[in-house]
């Protein structure tokens, strides 16, 4: 996969599936092949997006709607893919995004029930062409990866939801992978941390380091 421009790569998964580590570890498999690349992250990546993350994530007295979870996810993005993601690729730098708009056909479609061609129709506004060249997704049974997350301090929003919002979450990314398995590879994050960095790295040499 040779291109002018750099490569967009997005790793995804429900809470507790250890995004972070293996985002760290993707990024020294760049760099140890003299790489560029950043790491961003949705909601946020800007200065703005990042406040609309913050709103996005604590716990609001007052109910937010689908919809208006919908369109911050969104409003976030928009500033994102036109003031970082696109002008990074657009220099030859690669882009390890955590998280991208499968989050929202997994968190805001399967989760919360939004209908696929909704999210469709702001994706394309939002994003014209622009879709993640790989996208890794991390896969856990909830149970487990929420009980890693709940070790952490405190509970964001989207943390405090019932095991059965996550369960619907995890469907939506499998069905997302068995869809379009080009760009999606599903990573068993139940394993020992070791097998899951070096499937992960099998990916990047299968998929975006052409063989090496
Ligand atoms: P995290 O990046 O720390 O995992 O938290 C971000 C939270 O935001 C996570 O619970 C998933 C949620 N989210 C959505 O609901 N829709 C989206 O499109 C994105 C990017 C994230």
């Given at each position: 996969?040779?291109?002018?421009?750099?490569?967009?790569?997005?790793?995804e998964g429900i809470?507790?599936?250890?995004?972070?580590?293996?985002?760290?570890?993707?990024?020294?498999?760049?760099?140890?092949?003299?790489?560029?690349?950043?790491?961003?992250?949705?909601?946020?990546?800007?200065?703005?997006?990042?406040?609309?993350?913050?709103?996005?994530?604590?716990?609001?007295?007052?109910?937010?709607?689908?919809?208006?979870?919908?369109?911050?996810?969104?409003?976030?993005?928009?500033?994102?893919?036109?003031?970082?993601?696109?002008?990074?690729?657009?220099?030859?730098?690669?882009?390890?995004?955590?998280?991208?708009?499968d989050a929202?056909y997994a968190y805001q479609g399967g989760g919360r029930g939004?209908?696929r061609?909704?999210?469709?129709?702001?994706?394309?506004?939002?994003?014209?062409?622009?879709?993640?060249?790989?996208?890794?997704i991390?896969d856990l049974d909830p149970?487990?990866g929420?009980?890693?997350?709940?070790?952490?301090?405190?509970?964001?929003?989207?943390?405090?939801?019932?095991i059965a919002f996550f369960e619907k979450v995890r469907k939506a990314y499998l069905e997302i992978a068995a869809a379009?398995?080009?760009?999606?590879?599903i990573?068993?994050?139940?394993?020992?941390?070791?097998?899951?960095?070096?499937?992960?790295?099998?990916?990047?040499?299968?998929?975006?380091?052409?063989?090496?």
């Amino acid at each position: 996969m040779q291109k002018d421009t750099g490569l967009f790569i997005t790793v995804e998964g429900i809470e507790g599936v250890g995004k972070s580590t293996n985002i760290e570890w993707i990024k020294q498999c760049l760099e140890a092949r003299n790489i560029q690349c950043i790491v961003t992250r949705e909601p946020g990546g800007t200065l703005l997006a990042e406040k609309i993350r913050q709103l996005l994530l604590e716990v609001q007295e007052e109910p937010v709607t689908e919809l208006s979870e919908l369109l911050l996810v969104f409003a976030a993005r928009a500033q994102h893919v036109e003031r970082l993601i696109k002008p990074t690729l657009s220099q030859g730098q690669w882009v390890i995004c955590d998280r991208f708009t499968d989050a929202t056909y997994a968190y805001q479609g399967g989760g919360r029930g939004i209908h696929r061609s909704t999210i469709a129709e702001l994706e394309l506004l939002v994003q014209g062409q622009l879709k993640p060249d790989l996208t890794i997704i991390l896969d856990l049974d909830p149970a487990i990866g929420l009980a890693r997350a709940q070790q952490r301090a405190s509970l964001d929003r989207f943390e405090q939801e019932e095991i059965a919002f996550f369960e619907k979450v995890r469907k939506a990314y499998l069905e997302i992978a068995a869809a379009e398995p080009e760009r999606c590879v599903i990573i068993d994050a139940s394993q020992n941390l070791d097998v899951v960095k070096s499937n992960i790295l099998l990916a990047l040499q299968q998929r975006v380091f052409n063989g090496e």
